[in-house]
């Protein structure tokens, strides 16, 4: 039964994507720009303009939509820095700060948002394994003895909230 759902599942995408090519092609034509166009602003800011808001300058939609920005942006922190020393806390992620970035003529071209989650340095401490696992030391109990920072990461968002890339001139750290 469930190797039934899982085929008619997959014969159901296989079909939407062949039967509407154009919107498959159109997407990846449009985050290949966005892409781009983040590149772009990266690496000449000085032609663009950037206005910081406060996130209260923010409606309650912005917000929420470029937190979730963030946390799917914070998803690749497993394959990059948490690869390394660093342990993250159940602390929520943070936005911590929004700038609009605008072209010549005005227009609103991307948001730069940053965002960070408490963390700790793995390496400058003796992390008690067998105590965690066998669940007698809470997380923060276990790393008590750590550097405590932030890992902070920095991304652009399209005005429409539903394509991102990476900054890739300011990679997530530790501080």
Not at 1 to 9: D, G, I, S, V, Y
Not at 28 to 56: G, M, Q, V, W
Not at 110 to 115: H, L
Not at 135 to 144: P, R
Request: hydrophobic share 35%.
């Amino acid at each position: 039964m469930k190797t039934n759902l899982l085929k008619f599942a997959a014969i159901a995408i296989l079909f939407t994507a062949i039967s509407n090519p154009s919107s498959a092609a159109r997407s990846e034509r449009s985050s290949d720009r966005f892409h781009r166009l983040a590149n772009k602003i990266y690496t000449n800011p000085e032609k663009y303009e950037f206005i910081d808001l406060t996130l209260e300058d923010l409606d309650k939609k912005s917000y929420t939509e470029l937190l979730g920005v963030a946390e799917h942006e914070s998803n690749r922190w497993a394959d990059t820095i948490l690869e390394g020393d660093y342990s993250l806390s159940e602390d929520p992620l943070t936005l911590n700060s929004v700038s609009a970035v605008y072209d010549s003529k005005g227009k609103l071209l991307a948001y730069r948002i940053t965002f960070s989650q408490r963390a700790w340095d793995t390496a400058s401490c003796d992390f008690p394994y067998e105590e965690y696992e066998a669940g007698n030391i809470s997380l923060e109990e276990a790393h008590k003895d750590c550097t405590e920072g932030f890992i902070s990461g920095a991304a652009y968002v399209s005005p429409d909230f539903q394509e991102s890339t990476r900054d890739d001139e300011n990679p997530e750290s530790f501080d």
